[in-house]
Each structure stands twice: as C-alpha cells, then as structure tokens.
C-alpha cells in the first residue's frame, strides 16, 4: 500500500512537516504453530515514552504480552484384574498469547523502529516460554495418569487420574509464576522497552 502525501505551495519560510509513512509491526505466521492463536492489542506513538504510556495503559492482565494455555485429557478405561486403571491418555493444548502492535514508522533504519523491533522478539521469547510451560504439562499428564495404580472401579479410577492431572497443572502454573519471577516478566531475556 503506497502512501502518497499531498503538500501545498508554502511560501519559503514556511516549514512543512510530511508525516511519515507507518507500517504496523508483526510477527510472521511462521513463528507460532496453530496451536496458538495471537491476540493483539494497538498501540500508537511516536516516541519511547508515548509508547511505554500506551503499553502500561492497553497491556493484558497489567503486562506488555500474556500467555494463557489450557491443557485438557481424555482416557479410556482398562479393566484388569487389579482392577481399573486409564489407558492410554490423550491431551490437548490450546494457547492465547496477547502482543503489542504498534503502527511504526515504514523506515527500517528509525532508531526507534529498530528498538521496537528487538523488543518484540525478546517479548515472543519470553512468552514462548510460557508456550512450552503448557505443552510441558500436557506431556507430564500423559505420563502420569497411566502409571496410576489401579482402582476398585473405573468411577474410582476417573476420579483419581482428574485430581492427579489437575495436580500437574497447578504445579506448572507454579512453574509459569516462577519462570516469571526468574526472568522479571521477561526482562532478563531483553523484553524491556524503553
């Protein structure tokens, strides 16, 4: 899309300010499966401090970026003579991440283009993070509900392999809360702006 700009005849002590052409600033479908759906949420100005304003203003759950992701399961049951037990566990993950997307100025070589752009890789790092914190859970639930000891009815069975994934997931909630703490919402990982 080609931006065109009209100028009137000034006279020439006049000074004429063009505005600059912007380009919203995303990231590549590539980078996130289709397990993951990318929410985004606008930002505008032109400075690092109108930028830092509207990112504490707009930011989901008071942070520049979120990531929720939500593990379910489903197993079919195995009778035995020891009684019953789950067999083999599926699971399923869904993720939401929420990024900025500012509408940038179109030059590349914008010293403040360039910044955003640093810090928006360093954001998808960091909520990659939490990504795999998901699929981490979901791995561990299907580790953990078929190794179970059998119960005397499959009512029994259900009731402990839902409280044992549910277990799983809190500890990898945990894991989320720490992960933040450890890397200060990303800011070790360079998801600082300004």
Sequence with gaps: MRLLALLLLLPATACVTV???RAAIVLPPSVWPRDTLLHWYDIEGDTEAELRAQLDARGPEGHDAYTAWHVTWKFPFL????GCTTGPVT????VNVTLPRWKAPADERD?????WRRYLDA???HESGHRETGFRAATD???TLPALPPKPTCEEAEEAANAAAREVLERYRAGDL????ETRHG????AVFP
Aim: hydrophobic fraction near 25%.
């Design 19 to 21: 505005p600059r052409p």
């Design 79 to 82: 009778q035995t003579e020891e």
């Design 91 to 94: 699971t399923a993950v869904r």
């Design 111 to 115: 010293p403040l283009v360039r910044r």
């Design 123 to 125: 954001l998808k790092e």
């Design 141 to 143: 639930i299907t580790e």
């Design 178 to 181: 720490t992960y933040d703490a």
């Design 187 to 190: 800011a070790t990982q360079g």
